[in-house]
């Protein structure tokens, strides 16, 4: 069994890598400033919560932190907690002392725990890459130059650098995931959020337009905590950093997809002044080369069990009010 501290554990990808690891019969600890509990609530079931060790403590006070990994005997760390884009640009101080701050802590917690802790993933982001104009081309490659356009992915690119002077200087291992969108339940915020609110909404028989169009590139929330307990047991040595397995999808298609899956009077549209920035067509070889990746879910089934847990956070009031309402 693997005790497994997960920052951030209250968000959407932290919610489901934590039923993965309760399912699996792990000791997990949740940290997180947040009290919102309602996408843990919407995801576990009652039995399975009750089972989360929760501790509320600033991901970047170090202190705190060591001496909880040293009581809990903790083995395992994923790293997801961080400000998300309007939130950093609204306070970048703030969102440099969560986001960057935090991360040194956290590799510092693990040298200073180097023959306790076995594994350690943290979050980045595939908006390091910055958008398709920058790179003249719709494709990034494991080489692309990161061109990082916001404060953001400045502070991702950031930590990504920590992974690398923590091995070179310090042999901590490390493995990195840039995920791209993510989709699913518990996926209720941002900007990003977007194709889950279409599926709330059409499911409400209420008309929505997704605020951009083109290409992008989807993960199922499961599928994604998937991959990162993935990389959580890897045995590679180094900093390593893996763009996250997902599957390219026009926006015009995942509206087909989900008027063939959901038949009521509602209009899903699009905004078509506003294409995607980032390049969609992402390579996965290093992903591939190294991981044996689980099977995709499919943007059906996806839909489909997604509708099946927003109809139970409705019937619960797990879901907030701005996330229902257009």
Not at 125 to 150: C, F, Q, R, W
Not at 257 to 275: C, G
Not at 286 to 294: A, E, G, I, Y
Request: net charge positive; glycine share 6%; proline share 4%.
């Amino acid at each position: 069994m693997k005790t497994v501290l997960v920052t951030g554990g209250c968000g959407c990808l932290g919610s489901w890598i934590i039923k993965l690891l309760i399912e699996n019969n792990d000791k997990v600890i949740c940290l997180d400033t947040s009290k919102n509990l309602s996408r843990l609530k919407l995801i576990l079931d009652e039995k399975s919560f009750k089972k989360i060790f929760f501790n509320y403590i600033e991901i970047f006070d170090f202190e705190k932190i060591d001496k909880l990994v040293k009581k809990e005997k903790i083995n395992f760390i994923v790293h997801l907690a961080a400000f998300q884009v309007p939130f950093v640009r609204s306070n970048p101080v703030l969102g440099a002392r969560v986001n960057v701050e935090g991360t040194v802590a956290l590799y510092e917690c693990v040298l200073k725990n180097r023959d306790q802790i076995e594994g350690f993933v943290s979050a980045s982001s595939i908006g390091v890459y910055g958008d398709k104009i920058i790179h003249k081309t719709n494709t990034i490659k494991e080489d692309t130059a990161p061109y990082p356009l916001n404060l953001y992915g400045v502070y991702k690119l950031a930590n990504e650098g920590t992974g690398r002077i923590y091995f070179e200087e310090n042999q901590i291992n490390s493995i990195i995931m840039r995920p791209y969108i993510i989709y699913g339940p518990g996926r209720d915020q941002g900007w990003t959020s977007a194709p889950t609110k279409a599926i709330l909404l059409k499911m409400l028989n209420k008309s929505y337009k997704i605020p951009f169009s083109g290409s992008i590139y989807l993960h199922y929330a499961k599928d994604c905590a998937k991959q990162f307990l993935l990389a959580l047991e890897s045995d590679q040595k180094g900093c390593n950093i893996f763009n996250v397995t997902g599957e390219m999808v026009n926006i015009s298609n995942f509206i087909k997809i989900l008027k063939e899956t959901i038949s009521n009077e509602s209009i899903i549209d699009q905004d078509l002044s506003n294409d995607f920035p980032i390049p969609s067509n992402i390579d996965i070889s290093k992903n591939k080369r190294v991981f044996k990746l689980p099977e995709l879910t499919s943007f059906s089934d996806g839909i489909n069990e997604t509708i099946d847990y927003l109809k139970y956070g409705i019937q619960n009031n797990l879901l907030p009010s701005s996330f229902i309402n257009v």
